[in-house]
């Protein structure tokens, strides 16, 4: 029937009924929701409570999480637990309470129904003490602090994308995000609380990496960044593990403001079952990241805007100033670098992989010498790229995520961290097109320090749980800006003892902040910014071990051959590769020989798929006075920094003393 202009009307009432008595129409099936509010609500499955809510966990059960004596409680009661371990771990020290908290985002209003959520927060009932004034004290203990306690990364995802300026998704899924002013740690404003015990205990003095402070100090940062995380509409939570190894994991909570923070926490540390999760109880050691929020400079021993407080007997770690999320991953690795060796177990900065025999390697090394890029090997398992603990059982990751390095990353080069940078990876601070969201990684126009946060699953060979065996061979890598090391050395003890005491490397731009050109750097244990103790305890450690479980030990330069930084060119990725492949193989402990001048190290004469020539680095050279000049000036770097060492003894062994000392240059 045409309508006055001629068209043809719209049918809208009643839908045609066929004589059989079924509908045919092309409408879809009725709409379960009376409500836009409902239909959203059907979207989100609620969990049933034994099956998992948050993030799919991806650390295997070891065996029950359950005690059997554990009286059964009811999962609001659960609820309360956490809410009120939460709320006294955000609590004020001068107040002496802890914030109302509840759980879930404030924004998602009529969400908590659906979540499952107590309408009347049950941890808010806790504070109503009937002894309570009837007065509030503060304007802040009116409010609730929300706590987004351990968000899948697809909530993270969402929480940073609508609320954190610089989020995006990249065009392989990965989360980029900018870390802010801040791209590399701040070694300097690394402070620790010098008390009765940590004076006695600590690396403290000229060298350490321990800058310290008192405790009172430590209090008025912590209360200052406490209140300001309880001044926030809402903090996130993340409880996690520290260390593979059973026996001794260390159980860790984060609060932090960003999202980013907290995926960056959920991917580098080990990620509870749900299981393991409902029975956390109380962390051993907190973070409390403040990062956006400066510490005051008028408060004493502040000398910047930023500062990393690590109080030991607390077991808490305060950060301000700084959103660098790497703070938090190594301040961790600091503690864990107090709190092993004290269990006779050795904390390494280094990467560790294992081939398919069981023949586990350890890669020391510093900031961009390459543990990252050599422990991911194809061939090999990987139990992990930075932190790790050697204990009597073997070796085990203290991590459960790897921090690669970006910049110039090349899909042929690094094919298993390429393909590892999809959804659920923190990018930090890369460059990418406005459109298609493909990154750049050649661009530094925000930090030459571009870094990719993963779980370690993410690698294809990743070998879960992360541990190992004893090692057989312990590698240590140097990136010598003076192109003067060697490609490979073999060493005896006692030299390993040296390069591991030296721990030399040229820092490369970006990670730690301000060093902008690669530099000569002599770091004690590979790790210096990060060990608590003298490095002369973590040697004495470490040549225990060699010695008692026969590992052997290589020096590998993985920067520059034929000149130095500017003349000539960083060793080719590949060439490093078959010369590790020759280290694993065994293939190298059977090669001749030769010893090189000043500083003494057997280097092979020929090694599968590796230029006999560049062998010896002299070879590469065109110009030799100049080679022969670095060298010297290297030598004596090398001399000059050992000298403060040369008055410690190392382990009870003195002949083992005077032999490392004698495995320096010589000229
Ligand atoms: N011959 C080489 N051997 C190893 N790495 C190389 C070599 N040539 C270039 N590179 C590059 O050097 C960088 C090594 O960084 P990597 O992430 O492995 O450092 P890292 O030792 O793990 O440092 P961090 O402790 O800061 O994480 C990578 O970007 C890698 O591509
Ligand atoms: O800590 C960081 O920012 C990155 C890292 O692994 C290191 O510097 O050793
Ligand atoms: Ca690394
Ligand atoms: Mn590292």
Redesign the pocket.
């Known amino acids: 029937m045409a309508t006055p202009n001629g068209l043809a009307r719209i049918e809208t009432t009643g839908k045609k009924k066929q004589d059989n008595g079924v509908w045919y129409d092309d409408s879809s099936a009725p709409v379960r929701a009376q409500t836009i509010d409902e239909l959203h609500s059907l979207q989100r499955k609620r969990s049933a409570p034994s099956t998992p809510k948050r993030s799919a966990p991806t650390t295997p059960i070891k065996g029950g999480a359950h005690s059997p004596f554990a009286v059964a409680i009811s999962e609001e009661e659960r609820h309360t637990q956490q809410m009120q371990s939460i709320s006294a771990s955000l609590a004020s020290l001068t107040r002496e309470t802890g914030p109302k908290v509840v759980k879930g985002d404030p924004a998602a209003k009529g969400e908590a129904a659906a979540q499952g959520a107590p309408s009347t927060p049950r941890a808010h009932q806790q504070h109503r003490h009937p002894a309570a004034p009837a007065i509030a004290v503060s304007d802040s203990s009116l409010k609730f602090t929300h706590v987004l306690n351990n968000l899948s990364p697809a909530e993270l995802y969402e929480q940073a994308i609508k609320y954190e300026k610089g989020s995006f998704i990249t065009s392989t899924g990965a989360l980029a995000t900018l870390s802010g002013a801040k791209t590399g740690r701040s070694p300097r404003d690394k402070r620790v609380v010098k008390d009765e015990v940590t004076a006695q205990d600590l690396w403290w003095g000229k060298g350490s990496p321990n800058i310290e402070m008192d405790e009172k100090t430590f209090l008025i940062n912590r209360e200052r960044a406490v209140d300001y995380l309880n001044s926030l509409e809402k903090v996130f939570v993340n409880d996690q593990y520290l260390n593979w190894d059973p026996e001794n994991r260390i159980k860790v909570r984060i609060i932090s403001a960003r999202a980013y923070h907290s995926l960056f926490m959920h991917n580098m540390c080990i990620r509870p079952t749900d299981e393991e999760l409902e029975d956390f109880g109380t962390p051993d050691f907190t973070i409390y990241n403040a990062g956006q929020f400066p510490c005051n400079r008028y408060t004493h021993y502040m000398t910047s805007s930023t500062s990393i407080d690590l109080n030991l007997a607390r077991r808490e770690m305060v950060i301000m100033g700084t959103q660098y999320a790497g703070e938090m991953k190594k301040g961790l690795f600091g503690v864990m670098h107090y709190l092993m060796p004290k269990r006779g177990i050795l904390s390494l900065?280094s990467?560790c992989n294992m081939g398919k025999d069981g023949d586990v390697a350890l890669f020391f090394?510093?900031?961009?010498?390459?543990?990252?890029?050599?422990s991911t090997d194809h061939n090999r398992l990987l139990i992990g790229?930075?932190e790790h603990c050697w204990s009597d059982n073997g070796v085990s990751n203290i991590e459960g995520g790897c921090?690669?390095?970006c910049?110039?990353?090349a899909q042929e080069?690094?094919p298993d961290i390429w393909n590892a940078i999809k959804f659920g990876t923190v990018l930090e601070n890369v460059v990418f097109d406005e459109h298609t969201r493909e990154v750049d990684y050649a661009d530094n126009s925000v930090t030459e320090n571009t870094r990719a946060a993963y779980p370690i699953e993410y690698i294809p060979n990743a070998k879960i749980p992360c541990v190992g065996p004893h090692p057989k061979n312990v590698i240590l890598?140097a990136c010598d800006a003076f192109g003067v090391l060697p490609p490979v050395s073999k060493l005896n003890l006692a030299q390993t003892m040296y390069h591991f005491i030296s721990g030399y490397t040229a820092l490369?731009a970006g990670?730690e902040d301000g060093i902008k050109e690669p530099q000569a750097t002599f770091s004690a244990c590979f790790g210096a910014a990060f060990i608590m103790l003298h490095p002369t305890k973590y040697a004495a450690m470490l040549a225990e071990k060699m010695q008692k479980y026969g590992a052997t030990g290589w020096l590998v330069n993985?920067g520059w051959s034929g000149g130095r930084y500017g003349v000539g060119k960083?060793?080719?990725?590949p060439?490093?590769r078959k010369i590790i492949d020759a280290i694993h193989s065994g293939e190298l402990l059977t090669a001749n020989y030769q010893k090189t001048e000043v500083f003494g190290l057997e280097i092979p004469t020929e090694i599968n798929g590796v230029p006999s020539e560049i062998l010896d680095p002299i070879n590469t050279w065109t110009d030799k006075a100049a080679y022969k000049e670095n060298l010297l000036r290297l030598g004596g770097l090398f001399k000059k920094n050992f000298e403060v060492f040369a008055s410690y003894k190392i382990g009870d062994d003195s002949s083992l003393t005077d032999e490392i000392l004698a495995a320096g240059p010589n000229f």
Not at 365 to 374: E, P, R, Y
Not at 570 to 573: A, D, E, M
């Open positions: 900065h990467g090394g510093l900031s961009g010498t390459g543990k990252t890029t050599l790229d930075d921090y690669a390095k910049i110039d990353l080069k690094e890598l490369v990670t993985t960083r060793i080719r990725l060439y490093t």
